[in-house]
């Protein structure tokens, strides 16, 4: 038995926690990373805006749909993230797991602009108004303020223990919108189209579209994991800087 099938859990989750190990780990990751983030991306652009066809009633509005539909996905995918990786930094104590939520909201916060803007550039040919208070779309656009208070929350508080708290606090109790927008068209009767990918018996959207579709949102996942290790870096780099600036500051009030 191998030493690391030996340790719980819990100490499993622990070895993974060395800020040295993950800048080697990501270091070797990056890379390819970047390559097959870009290259889905580029056929999914292909297939999305040149090989697939139009729709029979939205004509080639429709194309809208690959970056709108991944973004809106990316959007719950990054708060869920980010609440999970809350939940494991308030009950374990890991800690990249605050730099891995802190550094998702940004990314998140992104995607989920793009998908606002996007369904509204979608919505006005085919709803005639760029914004209506449809359930999904209020509560994704609750979702974006969630992103912007969750990095208000981080830059209001100074030190870097208490910020990461209270910002995991909010992260939690934010996460109930998650599958209220997941299930906001099942619920209410609302102008947004219900779901046509993942459901019970099966999708109902064209596989000359679902292709495309598919292809965008591995890019966009891709897109999103490689953006997620290169600010991780950048978070354990710039905690390096402040312990040391500490460190010398302390030892300059010694002298």
Known sequence: MSPMTSLSASQRLQAFANPARFMALSARLLAPLWVVSLGLLCIGLYYALVASPPDYQQGETVRIMYVHVPSAWLAMFGYSLMAAASAVALIFRHPLADLCAKSAAPIGAAFTFLALVTGALWGKPMWGAWWVWDAR??????????????????????????????????????AINVPIIRYSVV???????????????????????LLPLALMALGFTFFFVTLLLVRMRAEILRHRVRTLRLARAAAGAED
């Open 137 to 174: 779309l209020t509560s994704v656009l609750i979702l974006f303020f969630l992103y912007l208070g969750y990095m208000a929350l981080w830059a209001a508080i100074e030190e870097p223990a208490r910020a990461a708290r209270a910002a995991a606090v909010l992260a939690l109790v934010g």
């Open 187 to 209: 619920w209410w009767n609302t102008l947004h189209q219900p779901a046509s990918v993942f459901r019970m018996d099966g999708p109902t959207i064209a596989p000359e579209m």
